[in-house]
């Protein structure tokens, strides 16, 4: 599995969490968890185009 592979699965599980709870403080923090895997995925495919 490579890198941008396992953030994809991070992001998919954080998002998925995020539903089927109802803390607020917790939904922020799987959101603000799940912006920062997808700001690192998008980072990632830009410099390795292969990977995506």
Do not use: N, V
Not at 28 to 34: D, G, P, S
Request: net charge negative; charged share 35%.
């Amino acid at each position: 599995m490579t890198r941008l592979q396992d953030l994809e699965d991070q992001i998919e599980r954080a998002e998925r969490l995020e539903r089927s709870i109802g803390d607020m403080l917790t939904i922020e923090r799987l959101r603000q968890f799940a912006a920062a895997c997808r700001h690192e995925a998008e980072r990632l495919s830009h410099h390795h185009p292969r990977a995506a």
